[in-house]
């Protein structure tokens, strides 16, 4: 069997040359994004599958200061699909990727098995190097602060990891219990004073305290709907939007599900204490959120039945991107466009003129034009080798 170092090796060797690029580019203002891809999982029809001989999992970095956007590297890691499109991270200055949500597959035993590492990514180096930092759970989502020097890992046994980073070197600081189940994503504020954690398994948005550095639990939780699962916060600091996936992202839930309505949450940030102010009904598993960084719109990628099988009545082809604008202070709806099948992660791009969605049964990182609130599939598509499963901008 091949080492999976030696293999993360030649890919990034056979990519070094895009890494000098990336330093090129750094001089016009690069809107750096990246994107966790699974090479070893396939949807298919619903059911999940594991192939035999996959190709590796990996980690893209994307500039997107210009349409079309450009994959800049790509690099071998161990990433997953299972939990919340936010499991990867990038810092302002695009010189340290994060990566969570490692996974591997036992062909032998048919079992996942789930790693409690954070692999660091030095994207400075060329090739790049990936090394691993163990935190004692397995890593969900992940959120870098604007300063770059505080990263927060949401992990599955309820607790959240304090990582220092200092140019390349990233350690672990300390270790937050704030919930005895899953989290979920995590994303900070945009003055770095705050984060807001998902309680997937025990509902509800947990408030961190940040100051310089030191990471404390302020007792706050904002009210949300079932399973609050991604987290994004508006470049302005007035708002929060939590995506909440229902019953489908329930530990072990023993029910047959159809495709109902689940919501995304509207939170207030700008003054404390912090609160939930509008609970806004989407489609079937609202996998990922975004809102824009001029705070005007709101992104939501709905599963909306995609994900389940034929012989299911909620079963539908594609899922569905939605659109809402924020007005006086609520989420109102405005487009909506086909998305994709069983698709995860969306952000938008620095200037909110797109969104980005990924499409992981197509293996695709897809694009829409927001257009003054009249969404449209521009039908551009970057190609992938495994299903895109995270995606994150830099701290903005």
């Given amino acids: 069997m091949r080492s999976p170092n030696a293999k993360r090796t030649r890919c990034a060797q056979a990519l070094a040359g895009l890494t000098i690029a990336v330093m090129a580019c750094t001089s016009y203002g690069a809107d750096w994004i990246v994107s966790g891809n ?8 619903g059911r ?7 190709k590796p999992d990996t980690l893209t970095l994307l500039d997107a200061s210009r349409f079309p956007p450009q994959v800049k590297v790509q690099v071998e890691v161990e990433n997953g699909i299972q939990g919340p499109p936010q499991a990867v991270a990038i810092t302002p200055d695009a010189n340290v990727a994060l990566v969570g949500a490692p996974t591997r597959y036992d ?5 996942l ?3 409690s590492f954070v692999q660091v990514v030095d994207l400075q180096a060329s090739p790049p190097v990936v090394a691993r930092l163990d935190i004692g759970s397995h890593p969900q989502g992940i959120a870098i602060d604007r300063s770059g020097r505080l990263a927060l890992v949401a992990c599955v046994d309820g607790s959240v990891a304090v990582l220092g980073i200092d140019g390349n070197r990233v350690t672990l600081q300390d270790t937050l219990k704030i919930a005895q189940k899953r989290l979920a994503g995590v994303s900070f504020t945009h003055d770095g004073r705050h984060a807001l954690v998902a309680l997937r398994d025990e509902q509800g948005v947990a408030v961190l305290n940040v100051d310089d550095g030191r990471v404390t639990d302020s007792g706050l939780r904002l009210a949300s709907g079932v399973a609050p699962y991604t987290i994004d916060v508006s470049s302005d600091g007035k708002w929060a939007v939590v995506s909440d996936v229902g019953l489908a992202g329930l530990p072990s839930y023993a029910g047959k599900l159809a495709g109902d309505a689940d919501d995304v ?8 204490p912090f609160r939930a ?3 806004v009904t989407v489609p079937s598993l609202p996998e990922g ?12 990628q709905a599963m909306d039945g995609s994900n389940l099988t034929p012989d299911n009545p909620g079963r539908h082809a594609r899922g569905k991107v939605v659109l809402f604008a924020i007005r006086d202070g609520q989420a109102v709806k405005v487009s909506e466009a086909p998305g994709g099948e069983a698709a995860q992660g969306i952000v938008f791009t620095a200037d909110s003129k797109y969104l980005i969605v990924q499409f992981n049964v197509e293996k695709q990182l897809a694009f829409f034009a927001v257009n003054g ?3 449209r599939d521009t039908g551009h598509r970057i190609a992938l080798s495994g299903g895109p499963s995270s995606l994150r901008t830099t701290p903005r």
């Fill in 38 to 45: 699974d090479g070893k999982y396939q949807r298919v029809e």
């Fill in 289 to 300: 959120v975004a809102i824009s960084p001029d705070g005007k719109w709101i992104g939501v």
């Fill in 373 to 375: 609130g009249h969404l």
């Fill in 265 to 272: 949450t509207l939170i207030d940030v700008s003054h404390e």
């Fill in 113 to 115: 098995l789930m790693d």
């Fill in 48 to 54: 999940d599958t594991y192939p035999d001989n996959p």
């Fill in 107 to 111: 062909y032998a035993a048919k079992k």
């Fill in 277 to 279: 102010v509008q609970h």
